[in-house]
């Protein structure tokens, strides 16, 4: 699994949470990814605004 989040360009809107159809992200300072749950689908990099998010299967 690799979800990567570039903290420096995060604007932590929250976009990425909202979409994340298995709720497996959470908003703090930056969003947070609980791997458990995480299926790889990559919508959260396709909603962030300044691509933030990286994800590989």
Same mark, same amino acid.
């Given at each position: 699994? @690799?979800?990567?989040? %570039? $903290?420096?360009? =995060?604007?932590? =809107?929250?976009? =990425?949470?909202? #979409?994340?159809? #298995?709720? @497996?992200? +959470?908003? &703090? #300072? &930056?969003? +947070?990814? %609980?791997?458990? $749950?995480? #299926?790889?689908?990559?919508?959260?990099? $396709? @909603?962030?605004?300044?691509? @933030?998010?990286?994800? $590989?299967?």
């Amino acid at each position: 699994m @690799a979800w990567t989040l %570039d $903290k420096n360009k =995060c604007l932590r =809107c929250g976009g =990425c949470v909202a #979409v994340c159809p #298995v709720g @497996a992200l +959470e908003l &703090h #300072v &930056h969003p +947070e990814i %609980d791997t458990k $749950k995480c #299926v790889l689908c990559g919508t959260c990099a $396709k @909603a962030c605004p300044v691509s @933030a998010i990286t994800v $590989k299967k």
